[in-house]
Nanobody, 122 residues
Framework: QVQLVESGGGLVQAGGSLRLSCAAS????????MGWYRQAPGKQRELVAS???????NYADSVKGRFTISTDNAKNTVYLQLQNLKTEDTAVYYC????????????????WGQGTQVTVSS
């Protein structure tokens, strides 16, 4: 059974930083494409960052240059470093695993974490 457990969310001022962690079990993160989604109130869930099993990363335009996705294979953990946070980054952030090694979107996502709240104040 796959479990993805996020942590690291919280309240931060605009311009601040956070690091989100996603500890995985029942899956090897280096064998799958992994991603971070977010969902703000009243908005659709959106993919903000992804990483393939080969280490290729991709970012939504809204977070490019501010967010960094990475993995620690020894810890079987996926991270999302959030920097220069803006109030519009406020959302619940979800870790997700793809059933493929090379691509993740809502169709290929096979497992979800429970989410962690990030709130950015002005």
């Amino acid at each position: 059974q796959v479990q993805l457990v996020e942590s690291g969310g919280g309240l931060v001022q605009a311009g601040g930083s956070l690091r989100l962690s996603c500890a995985a079990s029942g899956i090897i993160v280096s064998n799958n494409a992994m991603g971070w989604y977010r969902q703000a109130p009243g908005k659709q869930r959106e993919l903000v960052a992804s990483i393939t099993s080969g280490g290729t990363t991709n970012y939504a335009d809204s977070v490019k240059g501010r967010f960094t996705i990475s993995t620690d294979n020894a810890k079987n953990t996926v991270y999302l470093q959030l920097q220069n946070l803006k109030t519009e980054d406020t959302a619940v952030y979800y870790c997700a695993a793809s059933r493929t090694t090379y691509y993740i979107d809502t169709r290929t996502t096979s497992d979800w974490g429970q989410g962690t709240q990030v709130t950015v104040s002005s």
